[in-house]
């Protein structure tokens, strides 16, 4: 059975951006309740800014797991990522992303590898940039595999990454990593853009899917765009998928209706 899930951010320099809460880890968690979510996914400035206790304390009282935790602070704030042409670049984004894994797996959450993973530019070639994922997420989703946990890579649409848009590339490179603890994460946003067909390259990642991002074409909740959710919840359904489809939408028009209109484009489609 696929579970659902909501967005809550925590970064300040994210507002405006694909999140349904905003700030309130409390009144997220019990609207997420409320509306009869399985989960939150939680965005976080930095490892240290995942309030662990309190998460654990707010997901029992209100019978909800934490979903997935994301690693994108490390962008957004710091401006790091895991194809910079420097080493120390590098490594700063690798130890980030590393302690958000360790905080993430006290809650058996797994981390979300999305802006982090960069882009290719400059004197970074394509062949070097694939290169610096390839080890970063061998790396990673060893890590992530000793903390009992995967790790979850995102392709993005090519106006945020120029890495790997596409299932057909993204499952060929996949097939190169030393780790098997790599799951990927299928945010129909993105597909919508990169995509010829969504349910058919949701087929083509199979076994591969770890995480949904569920929203509509146009970033706004599932159900106020064209995207056409019936060959999609099928095509999940054939791969046994069972994890979470996870609302990563903007609040619009605000973040409560975003939710609700979310959960019942979820029990209608994915339930
Ligand atoms: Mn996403």
Redesign the pocket.
């Known amino acids: 059975m696929i579970k659902s899930a909501v967005t809550i951010s925590l970064v300040k320099e994210a507002e405006g951006g694909?999140f349904i809460f905003w700030h309130d880890l409390a009144a997220g968690c019990a609207k997420a309740a409320e509306l009869g979510y399985d989960a939150v996914e939680v965005f976080a400035p930095n490892a240290d800014a995942i309030p662990v206790d309190e998460l654990r304390g707010l997901t029992a009282q209100h019978n909800l797991k934490v979903a997935a935790v994301g690693t994108g602070g490390g962008w957004v704030i710091h401006k790091w990522h895991l194809c910079q042409p420097d080493a120390a670049s590098r490594d700063n984004a690798k130890n980030f992303i590393r302690a958000i894994i360790d905080a993430g797996a006290q809650l058996s959450a797994p981390a979300i590898i999305?802006s982090m993973q960069g882009r290719f530019e400059g004197d970074v070639s394509k062949k070097q940039a694939h290169d610096f994922l390839r080890d970063a997420l061998n790396e990673l989703g060893e890590h992530a595999k000793a903390a009992g946990v995967p790790l979850i890579y995102?392709p993005l649409n090519r106006y945020e990454s120029n890495l790997l848009n596409r299932a057909e590339d993204t499952v060929e490179f996949l097939g190169t990593l030393d780790t098997d603890n790599v799951v990927i994460?299928a945010?129909l946003?993105?597909m919508n853009i990169e995509e010829t067909n969504i349910s058919e390259a949701l087929r083509t990642y199979g076994k591969h899917i770890g995480h949904v991002?569920f929203?509509d074409s146009n970033r706004r909740p599932a159900g106020c765009a064209h995207m056409d959710y019936a060959p999609i919840a099928a095509a999940l359904k054939e791969t046994g998928y069972d994890k979470y489809a996870s609302a990563?939408a903007f609040p619009w028009p605000d973040s409560d209706a975003a939710a609700k209109t979310t959960i019942d484009a979820f029990n209608k489609h994915l339930a």
Do not use: A, C, R, S
Request: aromatic content about 10%; proline content about 10%.
């Open positions: 694909p999305g995102e994460l945010d946003f993105h991002h929203v990563e």
